[in-house]
């Protein structure tokens, strides 16, 4: 703060006023009065199935044009693995873009989960964000088997399974870390204070949030394919529904809301120090 108001004196740019907002109620009946509610549900469920419609069929091409079994395949060409990271960071970005203002843009229920820990959703909202979410991503990959079925069951739907060579254990460990790099992405971009703090850097959150999940990608595709999100795994298991696919589910459903877990803490009660601030302003009510 004493570097804030330095900066300020010298003249090169000025802090705006800041306060925390306060949290959100734990259950906002209301909420289903607004239209503003459903119209966020609407965003969530079209988004979550732009996003597994783009992304499964990118997984899919990259699968079909380099299968070893044909022999018109180029084993170097495709997108590869770096593509697929790219397909699934950009959507997320420009769906977070598109989103942000009507919904928050969460697209995904380990986001959604960490925020209302962070009371910053209520628990109806959450819960219809999972729910909006989840069929948004049966209804995108659904779309992805309707166009291409015979590649869609040829090359896996897009589900997320665990390779060979990799425990469970370290499976779930992927999904829990994978999941915290994202969430702490979302809690650090989307930060009131952060942005009131450096308002002279105009920062564009779906940015950072979308390099997140492209880098998560490039590191944990080897292992599980990349969950980090319940619904976008959920999806796609239930349309391609194979019991290896079934079998790893709790594995996608587990780490990422862990990682959530884990990244609201972090952010909340470390980062912003939540639990010491609510300590002092006990304290000074006592004195009153």
Not at 69 to 96: E, H, K, P, R, Y
Not at 126 to 149: E, P
Not at 226 to 251: C, E, H, L
Request: glycine share 10%; charged share 15%.
């Amino acid at each position: 703060m004493g570097k804030d108001a330095e900066v300020a004196e010298k003249g090169e740019f000025s802090t705006k006023d800041y306060h925390d907002p306060p949290p959100t109620p734990l259950i906002d009946i209301e909420e289903l009065t607004k239209w503003s509610f459903y119209r966020a549900l609407i965003a969530e469920f079209i988004a979550t199935l732009l996003f597994l419609y783009i992304t499964v069929l990118t997984v899919i091409g990259y699968k079909s044009q380099t299968d070893p079994t044909l022999n018109n395949t180029d084993q170097c060409g495709g997108v590869g693995v770096l593509g697929i990271a790219w397909a699934f960071g950009g959507m997320i970005f420009v769906l977070v873009y598109c989103t942000a203002g009507i919904s928050g843009g969460h697209i995904n229920p380990a986001v959604t989960f960490g925020l209302f820990l962070a009371r910053k959703v209520s628990l109806i909202r959450a819960v219809m964000y999972m729910v909006a979410q989840c069929l948004g991503a049966i209804c995108g990959v659904g779309l992805v088997k309707a166009f291409q079925k015979s590649y869609f069951v040829r090359y896996g739907g897009g589900a997320n399974e665990l390779q060979v060579g990799y425990s469970k254990g370290t499976g779930l460990a992927a999904e829990i870390i994978g999941t915290f790099v994202l969430v702490y992405t979302v809690f650090s971009a989307t930060d009131p204070k952060r942005n009131a703090r450096d308002s002279h850097i105009p920062v564009l959150a779906p940015l950072p949030i979308g390099f997140a999940v492209f880098m998560v990608h490039l590191a944990t595709i080897p292992i599980t394919g990349t969950g980090i999100n319940p619904a976008r795994s959920f999806g796609a298991a239930v349309i391609y529904n194979t019991d290896k696919a079934w079998d790893d589910q709790w594995i996608f459903w587990v780490g990422p809301f862990i990682g959530a877990a884990i990244a609201a803490f972090y952010h909340q009660f470390v980062l912003r120090a939540a639990a010491i601030k609510a300590l002092g302003s006990f304290r000074s009510s006592q004195h009153v």
